[in-house]
């Protein structure tokens, strides 16, 4: 299955997308993730990058999972989403440690 090339774009839209469809206002959003209105609706519209901590506060606040937001399908293989998730956080300049234990 081919995935969803990572665009600052997709994101800004599928947060958006989300929020609509769980019928809250970006002032809604906003207070629950602690931004004012403006710096959320510089996320939404893509004139601001967003910070992973920021993207989970998202998640959180519209009651969905990351990979909801980043568009992969829960049919995709754990192996698949692991590998994607990573994919995008290098791309965004994250380093990912795996865990030796």
Do not use: W
Not at 8 to 26: N, Y
Request: glycine share 4%; with cysteine; aromatic share 6%.
């Amino acid at each position: 299955m081919q995935l969803n090339k990572y665009e600052p774009e997709f994101l800004a839209h599928r947060i958006k997308t989300l929020r609509e469809f769980r019928g809250k206002t970006q002032i809604q959003v906003a207070k629950c993730i602690n931004v004012s209105r403006r710096t959320y609706i510089d996320i939404e519209s893509n004139k601001s990058d967003i910070k992973l901590s920021t993207l989970y506060r998202i998640c959180n606040c519209l009651k969905c999972e990351i990979t909801d937001v980043l568009g992969i399908s829960k049919k995709d293989n754990d192996s698949m989403m692991g590998n994607r998730i990573i994919e995008i956080f290098e791309k965004n300049g994250l380093m990912v440690v795996k865990n030796t234990k």
